[in-house]
């Protein structure tokens, strides 16, 4: 199975870990700092690029993924000198997705210009709610009037531009939610990612809630019809639910997300990032120092990694389930298989299909929109050994 990975391609994500303040409901590896050496930290990614390089040599590379943190915080002439390493180490698809993500409050009209100058051809908005009063209780910085504003520029800036909004908020009604989706559509380009909201241990949220001091969340109920509306609501404006939470015009897909989900193989490159890169017939799964600092030491004394294994046959059958079945298209039986070794359990999936949870048709398996609900759940039986 060495060359499965060119099922879903090869992209590279380079993470970028510094934001104006924390978010209380991100348990992304992101940290607020007041002085950042942005030369220092472009040596660094240019260093990782080319060792990671080295070991991928003559791959074509098809999308290459800002995020972080808030990538839209770099220097644009740091994210075009990386961009210009990549094209000298990879030969790239000829239309190489290049995201970036940015936030709002970090937005400005010289800047975005800067970054399509730099090669970048598609942004990510986090936007996340679309009234002030639940922006601040998410802890944004930024007012709806100047998301707004920013996804303006964005949009005459770009041909591709997607943004995030977060549903099943505090005290959110599901009328508030059929408004906002509405309004967010009519602003929409071609992508929207929409996320329900969970509370993550470790992060302020995760904190308040134990505490019980986390008041007006939806019930799972709620939640469900949430989730409901939003396929009916999307699916009518166009927007096409390809995967449990985002949505495109047909063509407009995240391709870089895509890689993941159809199991390719991916660099990481900067603090935290993770990587699953098959290398000598092995596939492998890397992931770089977390802490910064840690991570730039140690880029600077020869490399970022901070683990280094191997993934085992069943563990890439197990995590090709749990990708692929997210995705609307659903999963090849027979590659599957062949990672696997083995079929499914006939029984568990004879019980789905008659559930009405999974489809069946030829070659390829796929989550229903009533399985979707309780994707978990489904996951859970075909992953029983």
Not at 25 to 34: A, G, L, Q, T
Not at 39 to 49: D, P, T
Not at 180 to 187: G, H, I, T, V, W
Request: glycine share 8%; net charge negative; aromatic share 8%.
């Amino acid at each position: 199975m060495s060359d499965d990975w060119q099922n879903g391609g090869f992209g590279l994500y380079i993470h970028w870990p510094f934001c104006q303040a924390k978010c209380p409901y991100c348990d992304f590896n992101s940290h607020v700092s007041r002085e950042i050496d942005q030369f220092r930290w472009l040596r660094a990614y240019l260093s990782e690029l080319d060792r990671v390089a080295a070991e991928t040599s003559g791959r074509v590379l098809n999308t290459v993924f800002f995020g972080g943190g808030t990538p839209s915080l770099m220097d644009p002439e740091v994210v075009a000198a990386i961009l210009e390493r990549v094209r000298k180490l990879w030969p790239t698809s000829n239309d190489m997705e290049i995201t970036l993500e940015a936030n709002p409050g970090s937005v400005e009209a010289g800047r975005f210009a800067a970054y399509r100058d730099g090669g970048v051809n598609r942004i990510s908005m986090g936007i996340q709610a679309l009234n002030d009063h639940d922006l601040n209780r998410l802890g944004r910085i930024h007012s709806v009037k100047e998301a707004k504003e920013a996804f303006e520029i964005a949009r005459k800036t770009f041909d591709r531009v997607s943004f995030d909004l977060i549903y099943a908020r505090q005290d959110q009604t599901l009328e508030d939610w059929r408004l906002e989706l509405s309004e967010a559509l009519s602003m929409a380009i071609d992508h929207l990612s929409l996320y329900q909201l969970t509370i993550e241990q470790g992060t302020a949220f995760g904190d308040r809630y134990n505490r019980g001091k986390l008041r007006g969340l939806p019930e799972d109920d709620l939640a469900a019809d949430m989730y409901e509306v939003t396929q009916d609501i999307c699916a009518k404006a166009g927007m096409l639910p390809y995967e449990v939470s985002n949505y495109a015009a047909l063509g407009s897909e995240s391709r870089h997300n895509q890689i993941y989900w159809r199991y390719g193989d991916y660099a990481g490159i900067g603090p935290g990032a993770h990587a699953r890169l098959t290398l000598n017939e092995n596939r492998l799964a890397i992931e770089n120092w977390r802490n910064p600092t840690k991570w730039l030491d140690s880029v600077e004394a020869g490399n970022g990694e901070n683990l280094r294994e191997g993934v085992s046959q069943d563990e890439q059958a197990a995590e090709f389930l749990l990708m692929g079945l997210r995705l609307s298209e659903g999963i090849s039986l027979s590659r599957h298989e062949a990672l696997s070794g083995s079929t499914l359990q006939g029984d568990r999936v004879d019980n789905l299909l008659d559930l009405g949870m999974i489809s069946i048709e030829h070659d390829r398996l796929r989550v229903k929109p009533k399985g979707r609900m309780v994707l978990n759940s489904v996951l859970a039986e075909l992953l029983v050994t």
